[in-house]
């Protein structure tokens, strides 16, 4: 039976045993005085999980712009090695770019993503809608666009800075329209 502002008043079973039971809990820890210990403990366990957490954002921050940097070190080796080959004759250009080729298909059979391993949960939401880090700068300006020109900043503003770029060389007037004949 459960107190009642206007009396007493009979509840369910079930009811009865989950307020007897959270009760009855609650009075064994007061009862050996082991609040404090239960509530410390809390304390180091969230502690622990919030120094996991941390640590696995900082690797997660550290490993795309360092795997970013040994690839472009690795890509400019290989362009060195193979300048070096073909210098010095022991490589034509056409079995560089065939090696080049065939390390970039076997790096993406390799490291590439793998496919779905069993049937999706859509109770696992780990979702990040953040870009690269290479495009921070460029998310944090077009966030200061208002919303209407959203649309024509991304689509219409790219196509036109191309084509102007794409133009440029034929607005000289100079008489030298040749890169190698221009006075120095």
């Known amino acids: 039976m459960t107190v009642n502002p206007s009396g007493w008043r009979p509840s369910s079973p079930a009811n009865e045993q989950g ?5 009855t809990g ?5 009862a050996f005085n082991t609040e404090l ?3 410390l403990r809390f304390k180091k366990a969230a502690q622990r999980l919030l120094r996991a ?4 954002v900082r ?7 360092l795997m970013d940097t040994i690839g472009a070190i690795a890509i400019a080796l290989m362009l060195l090695i193979g300048r070096i080959q073909i210098q010095e004759h022991r490589m034509t250009m056409g079995m560089f770019a065939a090696f080049i080729i065939l390390a ?8 590439g993503p793998f496919g779905p391993t069993g049937k999706p949960d859509p109770t696992i939401i780990q ?25 024509p900043a991304l689509l219409i ?4 800075v191309i084509a102007g770029l794409l133009l440029l060389p034929f607005r000289n007037s100079e008489q030298f329209c040749c890169l190698i004949l221009r006075p120095r």
Not at 157 to 160: E, F, H, K, L, Q
């Open 19 to 23: 307020e007897s039971a959270t009760v």
């Open 26 to 30: 609650n009075r064994i820890v007061k």
């Open 37 to 39: 210990w239960e509530v």
């Open 53 to 56: 957490n941390l640590r696995s």
């Open 59 to 65: 690797i997660q921050s550290i490993s795309s712009p």
């Open 104 to 111: 970039v298909a076997a790096c993406a059979l390799y490291f």
């Open 127 to 151: 979702t990040v809608p953040k870009p690269d880090y290479f495009f921070l700068w460029l998310y944090a300006l077009l966030s200061l666009l208002p919303p209407s020109l959203e649309t």
């Open 157 to 160: 503003g790219p196509v036109v």
